[in-house]
Structures are given as C-alpha cells and as structure tokens.
C-alpha cells in the first residue's frame, strides 16, 4: 500500500501562483510515474501533469501547458506541482497520483502511464 500526501492547497486570486506537493510513502524507485490530476464536481477526473521517475521527463496538456510544470525530489520522495497564472477555471480537487509497479497496470491512463496509487486531495480555489 502506498501513501501519497498531497499538500499546499488553498484560495487565491486569479493571476496568482501556488505549488503543489506530494510526499510518497514509498521508495519512488519503486514507481514509475507520478502525477497531478484535478476534478471538478460532476466531471471526469482530468490529468494536468505527469512526470517519469527514472529520467525525469515530464509531460503537461494543451490546457495547462506553459502554466503548470512539475518536478521532483527523489531524495524526499516528494512531487511537486508549480502553478502560475492561475484562472478561476482551474479551481478543482487536484490529487496526487503513482503508477506503482508492484499493483499492475491497470487504472486511470495519462501521459502514457496507468496510475494506481491516489492520494485524498487538496483544494484549490481561484476567485476571479
């Protein structure tokens, strides 16, 4: 079982920044994706950023591209979720999200990888 604790959530302004972060409970080594995903109440889960563990590539959407970016640190086994110039459209419950290898590849699919692990959420709201 693998524990992700997503935290830096909060309320802020439209234009404004904050940045996200996951801590794992586990080795990351022992993932090979991690990533962001948001929802909205009503909506499908959307993925907004994933990164590769081992080389570090990273991949964003269209939606978000040029505005979120992510990246890690392996030796805190921690994600992080840079979000800049924030719209009131990207208010949601944004979740921190691992492929973990030993669990499969079964689950949500993003960026070329199967996310089964999720952490419970942090909220992010952009008034406008």
């Known amino acids: 079982q693998v524990q992700l604790v997503e935290s830096g959530g909060g309320s802020v302004q439209a234009g404004g920044s904050l940045t996200l972060s996951c801590v794992a409970s586990?080795?990351?080594?022992?993932?090979?994706?991690m990533g962001w995903f948001r929802q909205v109440p009503g909506k499908v889960r959307e993925g907004v950023a994933r990164?590769?563990?081992?080389?570090?590539?990273?991949f964003t959407p269209d939606s978000v591209k040029d505005r979120f970016a992510i990246s890690q640190d392996g030796a805190k086994n921690t994600i992080y979720l840079r979000m800049n110039n924030l719209r009131p459209e990207d208010t949601a419950m944004y979740f921190c999200?691992?492929?973990?290898?030993?669990?499969?590849?079964?689950?949500?699919?993003?960026?070329?990888?199967?996310?089964?692990?999720w952490g419970q959420g942090t909220q992010v709201t952009v008034s406008s």
């Open positions: 999200a691992a492929a973990v290898r030993a669990l499969g590849y079964a689950g949500n699919s993003f960026g070329g990888c199967r996310f089964n692990s």
């Open positions: 586990t080795d990351t080594r022992d993932v090979g994706c």
């Open positions: 990164i590769y563990i081992g080389n570090g590539y990273t």
